[in-house]
T-cell receptor, first 112, second 113 residues
Framework: AQTVTQSQPEMSVQEAETVTLSCTYD???????LFWYKQPPSRQMILVIR??????QNATENRFSVNFQKAAKSFSLKISDSQLGDTAMYFC?????????FGAGTILRVKS | EPEVTQTPSHQVTQMGQEVILRCVPI?????FYWYRQILGQKVEFLVS????????KSEIFDDQFSVERPDGSNFTLKIRSTKLEDSAMYFC???????????FGQGTRLTVV
């Protein structure tokens, strides 16, 4: 069965600091995307960043970047210059067939 | 920017009642999904829908659940006889191709009392 593992249930970071959320996945797909979603207290699912597996270059979106290690099936999210508004649950997601499989999530708290 | 719209944002229903959760996917998308998130737990796949039929469903999606695209724009999830354990956040998503780069709606919080 497809699995996505987020080993950090909760993390804290000081405002303006950098934090890295880890994710490992297991897929038999050859060409796929990987995703990080942010879920603030409103519980809306917001796409933060996506990585195309056939691209070696790590994706970057402003303060968010990934460290994608395809051989290790690792897909971590780095948040630079953390802001209070980054406080949320973060989910890593990997495709399995035509659906997404989500990790259990990491609660990130940004402290002032 | 196009977005997936879900209504209502919050629905409270009595156990045993039928509920219909509504979604308007992004207009040129062809693949539609429902996911569920019980409070404090991970997001779980329920069902995918393409070409007017279910393409895949999970074990959660039993006979109490059905989906429909009644008019070419809306995509609905019906729960025939709600149970307490159906209380969750329900997310609709749509995508333009089979790679599930899905765009999620804001969710409907269903509370069964």
């Amino acid at each position: 069965a497809q699995t996505v593992t987020q080993s950090q249930p909760e993390m804290s970071v000081q405002e303006a600091e950098t934090v890295t959320l880890s994710c490992t996945y297991d897929t038999s797909e050859n060409n796929y995307y990987l995703f990080w979603y942010k879920q603030p207290p409103s519980r809306q699912m917001i796409l933060v960043i996506r990585q195309e597996a056939y691209k070696q270059q790590n994706a970057t979106e402003n303060r968010f970047s990934v460290n994608f290690q395809k051989a290790a099936k690792s897909f971590s999210l780095k948040i630079s210059d953390s802001q209070l508004g980054d406080t949320a649950m973060y989910f890593c997601a990997s495709p399995y067939g035509n659906k997404l499989v989500f990790g259990a999530g990491t609660i990130l708290r940004v402290k002032s | 920017e196009p977005e997936v719209t879900q209504t209502p944002s919050h629905q409270v229903t009595q156990m045993g009642q039928e509920v219909i959760l509504r979604c308007v996917p992004i207009s040129n998308h062809l693949y539609f999904y429902w996911y569920r998130q019980i409070l404090g737990q991970k997001v779980e796949f329920l069902v995918s829908f393409y070409n007017n039929e279910i393409s895949e469903k999970s074990e959660i999606f039993d006979d109490q659940f059905s989906v429909e695209r009644p008019d070419g724009s809306n995509f609905t999830l019906k729960i025939r006889s709600t149970k307490l354990e159906d209380s969750a956040m329900y997310f609709c998503a749509s995508a333009s191709d089979p790679k599930p780069e899905a765009f999620f709606g804001q969710g409907t919080r269903l509370t069964v009392v």
